[in-house]
């Protein structure tokens, strides 16, 4: 595939069925505004869609940041969501409307890596601050090098994240103790603590190898059956907000149709044969 004239984004697939996406504004950190995130949508939505694509890794371009979050520079600017214009109509809800709005959109388009129908694994590597944890914890899996250098920044902005931060973090880690010390707080955590409280699976010695790792996850679910891999995602994204039951039901509800895939087949006389199985495009 090609980068679809992509301005912020990076988009390759240095090998078969997994796309490298980089966030491309090294020269400032990787630091989003509105332009990058709405585009950040349209990558996940086309690449979730794509049949040559099975697994997605996403990480930052440049050496000293995966991204240092909202690009500050943009935010403070007259008519920003977060100024308002002198000439601005502040009705009360008239605003609060347009701001809805607006945050809905926002929402989404952090939302969008979520519901990207394949596997997302997240590289982190040396700034990852502020609205970058949304962006990460929407990802499916998280590595980071030894330098990466964490927070929930928002509180220091004068705001509480409504992105999905404060929605998705306790749940990732579990602990809503920790959660509240880093977003009440907005305090830098390195990557000790963030494989130790469980919002990274493994730390590498550096970029390069958590990339790599990165890929490495990516090319052992890329083998496996698209139909199966992107099913489990979607029930483990459907059940984690559901109860049990209601899990079960809707996971056998949909299986019935998933189940019939010819690669199950396929997969269990590769099993048996202790041959490496080739999967059709999904």
């Not at 997605?56 to 935010?75: H, R, T």
């Not at 929407?138 to 705001?159: P, Q, Y």
Request: glycine content about 4%.
């Amino acid at each position: 595939m090609s980068d679809k004239g992509y301005r912020y984004f990076k988009v390759t697939v240095p090998e078969p069925w997994i796309a490298h996406v980089e966030i491309n504004r090294p020269n400032h950190l990787n630091a989003i505004f509105q332009d990058v995130w709405r585009e950040m949508r349209t990558v996940f939505e086309d690449l979730s869609t794509d049949p040559s694509v099975r697994a997605i890794v996403l990480s930052g371009s440049g050496e000293k940041a995966f991204s240092v979050g909202i690009d500050l520079k943009w935010a403070s600017k007259e008519g920003s969501p977060f100024i308002p214009a002198p000439n601005e109509d502040f009705d009360p809800a008239r605003r609060a409307t347009t701001l809805r709005r607006w945050g809905v959109e926002f929402q989404e388009c952090i939302t969008s890596i979520e519901k990207c129908e394949k596997p997302v694994i997240c590289a982190m590597h040396g700034y990852a601050l502020g609205m970058t944890a949304d962006i990460c914890s929407a990802a499916d899996m998280r590595i980071c090098s030894k330098d990466t250098v964490f927070c929930v920044k928002e509180v220091d902005l004068g705001i509480a994240s409504d992105i999905g931060i404060l929605s998705r973090l306790p749940k990732v880690v579990g602990s809503y103790t920790w959660v509240k010390d880093v977003a009440m707080t907005g305090r830098n955590f390195n990557a000790d603590e963030a494989l130790r409280v469980g919002f990274v699976s493994s730390v590498f010695p550096t970029k390069k190898d958590a990339v790599e790792e990165a890929f490495r996850v990516a090319r052992n679910l890329s083998e496996k059956s698209p139909v199966a891999v992107q099913t489990v995602k979607h029930f483990l994204d459907y059940s984690r907000d559901r109860t049990v039951a209601e899990g079960l039901q809707y996971q056998i509800a949909y299986n019935t149709s998933a189940i019939q895939t010819r690669d199950v087949p396929i997969a269990i006389s590769s099993m048996m044969s202790k041959r490496k199985p080739t999967f059709e495009k999904l």
